[in-house]
């Protein structure tokens, strides 16, 4: 069973720090990463993906990929309180699903 | 902008009723996802279809079916509702595999 773990957390950051959320995967063979982000009560919204080895930017958000060690992170530049959310790591399937993590509960303190 | 629709925001059902879940979706996505969420215990896929009349199980298809007539709708029905389905449901699409999904906003169904 392939399978996606995160820290259920809280994370708890103050304002403007950076808040770091990691995700491991057990699938060697996986190629495409997400990091999702869901509010309370609502549907999950994509934030980021990425594909290859190495750091992918937009914006404040900073996607990791470390295919070797099988790791995956989302850095969260100058952390704001509209940051707090539970932010979710996919990895897709073999047979073209995503496969989701539990869930990071991030909260930014005022 | 991509726009995945859901029938109903909220949904409450009598244990033995034949429930309808619809989801729309307006960017001519090949494929398209049933989840539920569950506190602890996350987001589990209930079926998923790559295109029109193909359906493929997930991970706890039981008490599930769906149907898929035309390219941009994809219905779940419970065919007899029972308490342990009170759940969100989340309906999702994406382009092409390996493509990003983009989710509905969710139906929450309570079964009494």
């Known amino acids: 069973q392939k399978e996606v773990e995160q820290n259920s957390g809280p994370l708890s950051v103050p304002e403007g720090a950076i808040a770091s959320l990691n995700c491991t995967y057990s699938?060697?063979?996986?190629?495409?990463f997400f990091w999702y982000r869901q509010y309370s009560g609502k549907s999950p919204e994509l934030i980021m993906f990425?594909?290859?080895?190495g750091d992918k930017e937009d914006g404040r958000f900073t996607a990791q990929l470390n295919k070797a060690s099988q790791y995956v992170s989302l850095l969260i530049r100058d952390s704001q309180p509209s940051d707090s959310a539970t932010y979710l790591c996919?990895?897709?399937?073999?047979?073209?699903?995503?496969?989701f993590g539990k869930g990071t509960k991030l909260s930014v303190k005022p | 902008d991509v726009k995945v629709t859901q029938s109903s925001r909220y949904l409450v059902k009598r244990t033995g009723e034949k429930v309808f879940l619809e989801c729309v979706q307006d960017?001519?996505?090949?494929?398209m996802f049933w989840y539920r969420q569950d506190p602890g215990l996350g987001l589990r896929l209930i079926y998923f279809?790559?295109?029109?009349?193909?359906?493929e199980k997930g991970d706890i298809p039981e008490g599930y079916s769906v149907s898929r007539e035309k390219k941009e709708r994809f219905s779940l029905i419970l065919e007899s509702a029972s308490t342990n389905q009170t759940s969100m449901y989340l309906c999702?699409?994406?382009?092409?595999?390996?493509?990003?999904?983009?989710f509905g906003p969710g139906t929450r169904l309570t079964v009494t």
């Open positions: 279809s790559y295109d029109v009349k193909m359906k």
């Open positions: 996919a990895v897709r399937g073999s047979q073209g699903n995503l496969i």
């Open positions: 990425i594909y290859s080895n």
């Open positions: 699938d060697r063979g996986s190629q495409s």
């Open positions: 960017m001519d996505h090949e494929n």
């Open positions: 999702a699409s994406s382009l092409r595999t390996p493509y990003e999904q983009y």
